[in-house]
């Protein structure tokens, strides 16, 4: 079945640093992917997608690309702010946009210093 | 502004016992999903719901059980607690099955002792 390994946390960065989160997934056809962020005392929410291979989702200065031939999906952002700290989840949903059933990974808590 | 209220915020139960934990949708929205989140753990789906009927189901046993209302609000219903119901449990809605989940509302803490 579907299933996403996502990069084991905390990460604790100092204010501007330059973040990656990995995410790697198993799944059969091709699921569209998601990166949800979860701010303290908020519900999740959703932060970027991308619906096919090699699409590149983006949102608040966050990207992360679709690569299907080494099945990840990775976080990235080059200067993060220390309202950037929360807990981010890698999921994976249905082909062709869907994102009914979702497969989330564990979380990875990310910690921004000033 | 997220639009998802989900009721109680906390609640502590018995082994055995039954819980109905509720979620009032986005407004428009007429689907909704319920996830269970383990401490330390990503959500799980639960299921799904779409115009008052479930329209998909994850690996959770019967005792799971869920109704939608005409007004597209939700319950989730678990019977004969076990302690390893113990969760936060996440509602979400969206404008139909096939649309993306934009946020989820804040959750309901279960505890079962």
């Known amino acids: 079945g579907n299933s996403v390994t996502q990069m084991e946390g905390p990460v604790t960065l100092s204010e501007e640093a330059f973040l990656t989160i990995n995410c790697t997934y198993t799944?059969?056809?091709?699921?569209?992917l998601f990166w949800y962020v979860q701010y303290p005392g908020e519900g999740l929410q959703l932060l970027l997608k991308?619906?096919?291979?090699?699409d590149k989702g983006s949102n608040k200065g966050f990207e992360a690309t679709y690569r299907k031939e080494t099945t990840s999906f990775h976080l990235e952002k080059g200067s993060v702010q220390v309202s950037d700290s929360a807990v981010y989840f890698c999921?994976?949903?249905?082909?062709?946009?869907?994102?009914?059933?979702?497969?989330f990974g564990k979380g990875t808590l990310l910690t921004v210093n000033p | 502004e997220t639009g998802v209220t989900q009721s109680p915020t906390h609640l502590i139960k018995t082994r055995g016992q039954q819980v109905t934990l509720r979620c009032s949708s986005q407004?428009?929205?007429?689907?909704v999903s319920w996830y269970q989140q383990a401490l330390g753990q990503g959500p799980q789906f639960i299921f799904q719901?779409?115009?008052?009927?479930?329209?998909g189901r994850g690996n959770f046993p019967p005792r799971f059980s869920g109704l939608q209302f005409p007004n597209y609000s939700s319950e989730l219903n678990v019977n004969a607690l076990e302690l390893d119901d113990s969760a936060l449990y996440l509602c979400?809605?969206?404008?139909?099955?096939?649309?993306?989940?934009?946020?989820f509302g804040p959750g309901t803490r279960l505890t079962v002792t």
């Open positions: 999921a994976l949903g249905g082909s062709g946009g869907s994102n009914y059933k979702l497969t």
């Open positions: 799944a059969t056809g091709y699921p569209s």
């Open positions: 979400a809605s969206s404008l139909d099955p096939s649309s993306d989940i934009g946020y």
């Open positions: 407004s428009g929205h007429n689907t």
């Open positions: 719901y779409y115009r008052e009927e479930e329209n």
């Open positions: 991308a619906t096919k291979a090699d």
